[in-house]
């Protein structure tokens, strides 16, 4: 069974074995918000994902959780982001189906 490990602000999610885990364990998060290929969105309380655009077999899955998350990450010390990212507002299109 996946076990939650660690405290304060992290934590560590180990998904072995693998028959007892899902699709979601080849889910890593993005290094930037361009580069994702997944887009996560809630709905009613439950947390989605879909594409940005078509995805080849064996393409790594990335997904982009927002600023915050990626600052805690340490993703963005490096970067200087735009006033419109830091609010949290998409500078990327949502999803490849919405075309």
């Not at 998060?29 to 361009?34: G, Q, T």
């Not at 879909?50 to 010390?77: C, H």
Request: charged share 30%; glycine share 8%.
């Amino acid at each position: 069974m996946p076990q939650v490990r660690g405290g304060g602000r992290s934590f560590l999610v180990d998904a072995r074995p693998l028959e007892k885990s899902n699709w979601m364990r080849y889910v890593n998060c993005a290094p930037s918000e361009a580069e994702q290929n997944v887009v996560a969105f809630e709905r009613a309380g439950a947390i989605y994902y879909r594409t940005r655009k078509p995805i080849e077999a064996y393409e790594e899955l990335l997904v982009w959780y927002g600023n915050s998350f990626a600052r805690d990450l340490g993703l963005l010390e490096n970067r200087k982001v735009t006033e419109k990212e830091d609010k949290g507002e998409s500078t990327s299109p949502t999803s490849h189906l919405d075309e």
